[in-house]
T-cell receptor, first 114, second 120 residues
Framework: GENVEQHPSTLSVQEGDSAVIKCTYS??????FPWYKQELGKRPQLIID?????GEKKDQRIAVTLNKTAKHFSLHITETQPEDSAVYFC?????????????FGRGTQLTVWP | NAGVTQTPKFRVLKTGQSMTLLCAQD?????MYWYRQDPGMGLRLIHY???????AKGEVPDGYNVSRLKKQNFLLGLESAAPSQTSVYFC???????????????????FGPGTRLTVT
């Protein structure tokens, strides 16, 4: 099956700085890469996703990039704010597969200091 | 819509006891999933279901059983709880087939609020 690795496991940045979280995947057939944010004590929620037919997607301060050749994708958060502090999970899957499985990375604890 | 709900929110069990966690969704989703979340381990899939009456094993199924008798409900059972099953359990659902506007089963998964289980 798919194997997703995520780095770093913890990340501390000053408010206003940028944060980058990187993930690699093993199955070249994977074509869907979502990112979930989980605030302390809350449920994971989708914040952005990218499909393999595009290389980059932006939504305000967050962006995701995908390098299919190298099999890695990254989450970029610009102008970080304290409310960005959370655990972020990347995932990979084969969109359209009847199995419907997401393979998650182990998460990155992002702390934004005011 | 309530989305995805889980019952109970917290539970403490003694080793060897049994219990059932209930997940319910009101979004008419076909797919439902049970995950466990442990520190530093991310979200690991226990079992999942691609439709009413069907279930399948995920990556950590041992010690758990599931049932999907109704489309909106997905039950996770622990027959004989062990301390290694102390965890936070999340249910999720996805995929509504809407005629020609078919979404993929791997599109957004909607998570429940979680159940914190402690086995002593």
């Amino acid at each position: 099956g798919e194997n997703v690795e995520q780095h770093p496991s913890t990340l501390s940045v000053q408010e206003g700085d940028s944060a980058v979280i990187k993930c690699t995947y093993s199955d070249s057939a994977s074509n869907y890469f979502p990112w979930y944010k989980q605030e302390l004590g809350k449920r994971p929620q989708l914040i952005i996703d990218i499909r393999s037919n595009v290389g980059e997607k932006k939504d305000q301060r967050i962006a995701v990039t995908l390098n299919k050749t190298a099999k890695h994708f990254s989450l970029h958060i610009t102008e970080t704010q304290p409310e960005d502090s959370a655990v972020y999970f990347c995932a990979a899957s084969l969109r359209g597969s009847t199995l419907g499985r997401l393979y998650f990375g182990r998460g990155t604890q992002l702390t934004v200091w005011p | 819509n309530a989305g995805v709900t889980q019952t109970p929110k917290f539970r403490v069990l003694k080793t060897g006891q049994s219990m059932t966690l209930l997940c319910a969704q009101d979004m008419n989703h076909e797919y439902m999933y049970w995950y466990r979340q442990d520190p530093g381990m991310g979200l690991r899939l226990i079992h999942y279901s691609v439709g009413e009456g069907t279930t399948a094993k995920g990556e950590v199924p041992d010690g758990y059983n599931v049932s999907r008798l109704k489309k909106q409900n997905f039950l996770l059972g622990l027959e004989s709880a062990a301390p290694s099953q102390t965890s936070v359990y999340f249910c999720a659902s996805s995929y509504t087939s809407l005629g020609t506007d078919r979404r993929s089963p791997t599109d957004e998964q909607y998570f429940g609020p979680g159940t914190r289980l402690t086995v002593t």
